[in-house]
């Protein structure tokens, strides 16, 4: 009976730590370094006068956000079942 909350729990801490920002912006002094997140973030502000290289950024964006849907789309069933076995409606 816990295996779908346990699942789902696993997946959340999962993605909110793929998602941290200010952490390994702190501790991260070298290019060698950076997590994904913050490399997106340097890159953003590192472009030239004219704008953002959207078409960089937005490709970047999805390599980054990838990992993400594969992993919702692998365990979709089981967070949905999760939720609705949890009883708020």
């Known amino acids: 009976m816990s295996a779908a909350p346990l699942a789902t729990l696993s997946i ?3 993605i909110a730590a793929w998602n941290d ?3 390994p912006l702190m501790v991260s002094y070298t ?5 994904l997140t913050v490399g997106l973030g340097i ?3 590192q472009t030239p006068q004219t704008g953002p290289d959207w078409a960089g950024l937005m490709a970047a964006t999805l390599v980054a956000a990838l990992p993400m849907l594969l992993l919702f789309a692998a365990f979709a069933k089981r967070i949905v079942n999760s939720i609705g076995f949890s009883g708020i409606k």
């Open 21 to 23: 920002y200010f952490w």
């Open 12 to 14: 959340l801490t999962y």
């Open 31 to 35: 290019d060698k370094s950076r997590v």
């Open 43 to 45: 890159f953003r502000s």
